[in-house]
């Protein structure tokens, strides 16, 4: 199985087929392609044989070229774009599995000295649509001074670490899945 036709390939042709360069191109055919997505604990972890450790932002993908932690390249074609979470596993097209491993990367957590505002924030968070780890006794959320601010304002202990982020796939599904929203709906103050 490759990973899609080609449709009018030739070397005279290759303009055409190669589109984006940047992601694929005519002489990437060979390259190993991961097609099919399952969550943690779905997947045949006796079939893995690599590693794929990723930031938040390249976990969350349809298509994109990727190295693997042995080195290799792997094609990622799934059907619509996924968020994966450290553990899931991705299917290569002779059956084997990659592991999804969630890279550490720079987060700030959100602490308060009355653990019970931590919902207090998680909601001021969550009406400005900002990506938030809910954590037990803390939240995770990438840096962003402005939000650093007013989470001071409200009293919190922030701290900045190099972690693992895996924010919260939001009200409308798993995995971050989210209809196309417009903000003119409700209030953000």
């Known amino acids: ?22 992601v694929i ?11 099919i997505h399952r969550p943690a604990g779905h997947w045949p972890k006796e079939k893995v044989t690599g590693a794929l450790t990723l930031d938040f932002d390249a976990r969350h993908r349809r298509r994109i070229r990727l190295t693997t932690d042995e080195g290799d390249e792997v094609l990622l074609d799934l059907p619509k774009a996924v968020a994966m979470a450290d553990g899931d596993g991705l299917q290569l097209e002779d059956g084997k599995w990659l592991k999804v491993q969630a890279a550490a990367e ?10 019970d505002q931590l919902m207090r924030l998680a909601w001021h968070l969550g ?16 840096p962003d001074h402005v939000i ?9 202990d922030l701290v900045k670490v190099q972690a693992p982020f ?3 796939g939001g009200a ?3 995995h971050g899945d989210q209809p196309d929203h417009d ?3 409700h209030d953000h103050e």
């Open 1 to 22: 199985m490759k990973c899609g036709p080609m449709a009018d390939f030739s070397a005279a042709n290759q303009r055409k087929c190669c589109q984006w360069l940047n």
């Open 25 to 35: 191109s005519c002489t990437d055919m060979t390259m190993r392609c991961a097609s």
């Open 106 to 115: 720079l987060v700030v957590e959100v602490r308060h000295k009355a653990p």
């Open 127 to 142: 009406n400005r649509h900002l990506p938030t780890e809910i954590r037990n006794r803390v939240l995770r959320i990438r």
């Open 148 to 156: 650093e601010d007013m989470l001071r304002g409200f009293g919190a």
């Open 166 to 168: 895996q924010p919260e």
């Open 172 to 174: 409308y599904g798993a």
């Open 183 to 185: 903000d003119r709906e």
